[in-house]
């Protein structure tokens, strides 16, 4: 491991941009590390792992590298991947955005349930790898597919995505729908699996486009008719039955710690009543049964969610240019935030500029105040409890990371991949790369265990460490850190090149990348 020295503190801006033109992490973790055997301790600094290029470049650009690099290995398997896991669950972790539409379990009537659309329907083959197709001439092809969906118009953009009609621009519905955009595609994709008769897999990620709305660019393994798809597009809905949250009709409210006063029967809790009034708001169960038990023949979810008429296929066969420039594509833009790589190749003047900044500060007012999830403080504005409502909560400062002015409603993952993409996880991903570095020193006589990076990550009985707040850690330590970060990267690189060199001439191949 390599120790942190203390030479003289020079500025931290300075070390920033050492270590963003060295391209190691510039805002590393310092680690104190004890050797158990020998009880010395030193301290090693750990990359942060921002997966954001606004927050650190280098980090940011290693973990779209990882995610490239997921996207590729999968798109075109020949083989089933071993799955990790069970196969009835077609979901990970990975592929969760957003939260639950409740946030519990609750059954609703059959005549309310999102039923499958009116769709043709096939039988299910236990098979997540495409058709192979022979051509005359015996070759064989295995064709995949790179579709783009997005959500419906708003009101007429021009090519910079700012709306010629501001006044008339349905901002809420853009919001609103942007919220639960992930839940859209959820049911997109179970559908498409329902329709396209076998378990359709993908690598996708959310993006912005320029008019601010997210669109999914989605790897599918295998291809699946073109029709078939605009059909489940266009018959894809998904339903919030939440509590109405249309207009804010609620006043100022307060928190009383034992709402008995107003209503006997709630002696002893507390909640949200309305200022001017003493009016208790309704819990969050309380809103709920009010909207499942509303019968009534015309009544209607909250808000739907469906999909727009603008939808890309491309069909893509393995091992083609093509499907490289998609791989790019993908991950471009998962280093930026949303309303980041929206401005990205504009060619517009100032005044221009300043129009699509008023647009999306729109946008983003509105998503500040409309209701995230069930738990988010807005509700108060609409004369809901907030499910598990304490007090101090204010509307318009929930934490959720859908009203960040970044995320432009979009408060869940950008990157969704399906369980058996690769049947393996990131964490697998990233410790395959490292075994093929491992690899390569080892053919080249070179004690992988020498280095940082491999150990830190790793689980050592011999090695105990502990992370040291920032604030702990004094100027000049922290330039020793990223000094550190940067002699382990020259050191790794320069034997990772010598041990392919001479792996390449003894006819061992390490996969492209590198370190
Ligand atoms: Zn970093
Ligand atoms: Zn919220």
Not at 34 to 53: A, H, M, Y
Not at 287 to 310: K, M, N, T
Not at 486 to 497: F, G, H, K, L
Request: proline share 6%.
């Amino acid at each position: 491991m390599t120790g942190v020295e203390k030479p003289a503190a020079p500025s931290r801006a300075a070390v920033e941009a050492l270590a963003d033109v060295q391209d190691v992490c510039g805002r590393p973790v310092v680690a104190r590390v004890t050797d158990n055997e020998s009880g010395e301790t030193q301290l090693v600094p750990i990359p942060c792992g921002s997966t954001r290029e606004s927050v650190c470049r280098a980090c940011a650009e290693r973990a779209r590298r990882l995610r490239a690099h997921q996207c590729r290995e999968g798109w075109h398997l020949a083989d089933e991947p071993e799955a990790s896991g069970g196969l009835t669950d077609e979901r990970t972790e990975d592929e969760t955005m957003g939260d639950d539409d409740n946030g519990d379990r609750r059954v609703r009537s059959t005549r309310r349930r999102q039923d499958v659309p009116d769709l043709p329907r096939r039988r299910m083959e236990d098979r997540t790898v495409g058709r192979i197709f022979e051509s005359p001439d015996g070759r064989v092809y295995r064709p995949s597919m790179f579709l783009t969906l997005t959500l419906p118009s708003y009101g007429r953009v021009d090519g910079d995505g700012v709306p010629v009609d501001p006044a008339t621009y349905d901002y809420r519905r853009a919001a609103v729908d942007a919220m639960h955009f992930a839940k859209l595609v959820d049911r997109f994709w179970q559908n498409l699996r329902r329709c396209a008769g076998y378990q359709v897999q993908y690598f996708a990620s959310v993006e912005g486009q320029r008019r601010g709305a997210p669109h999914l660019h989605a790897a599918v393994r295998g291809a699946i008719p073109r029709q078939v798809i605009r059909d489940v597009v266009a018959a894809t809905y998904h339903q919030v039955w939440w509590p109405p949250h249309d207009v804010a009709s609620c006043g100022d409210v307060v928190w009383v710690d034992d709402l008995g006063g107003l209503e006997p029967t709630m002696a002893g809790e507390g909640g949200y009543v309305e200022a001017a009034t003493g009016w208790v708001l309704p819990t969050w169960d309380e809103a709920l049964d009010d909207v499942d038990g509303d019968f009534s023949p015309d009544v209607e979810a909250a808000h739907v969610v469906r999909f727009g008429s603008q939808i890309d296929i491309q069909g893509l066969i393995a091992g083609t240019p093509a499907t490289d420039k998609a791989v790019g594509y993908l991950t471009k833009y998962l280093t930026k935030d949303l309303g980041d790589a929206l401005g990205d190749d504009l060619d517009t003047d100032d005044d221009r500029a300043a129009a699509r900044e008023a647009h999306l500060d729109r946008l983003a007012e509105e998503t500040r105040w409309l209701p995230c999830s069930p738990t988010c403080t807005n509700w108060l504005r609409y004369g809901t409890q907030p499910k598990g409502a304490r007090p101090g909560m204010v509307p318009g400062h929930c934490p959720g990371k859908a009203h960040r002015r970044e995320n432009l409603g979009v408060g869940g993952r950008r990157v969704l991949v399906s369980r058996r993409w690769t049947g393996k996880t990131l964490t697998e991903h990233r410790a395959d790369r490292a075994a093929v570095v491992r690899a390569a020193l080892e053919e080249a006589g070179i004690d992988p265990d020498d280095h940082d990076e491999l150990s830190v990550s790793g689980t050592d009985g011999r090695w105990s460490w502990e992370t040291i707040a920032r604030t702990q850690v004094d100027d000049a330590t922290y330039l020793a850190a990223v000094a550190a970060l940067v002699r382990t990267r020259d050191r790794w690189r320069r034997q990772y090149d010598e041990a392919r060199a001479r792996a390449e001439t003894s006819g061992f191949s390490a996969t492209p990348g590198g370190p």
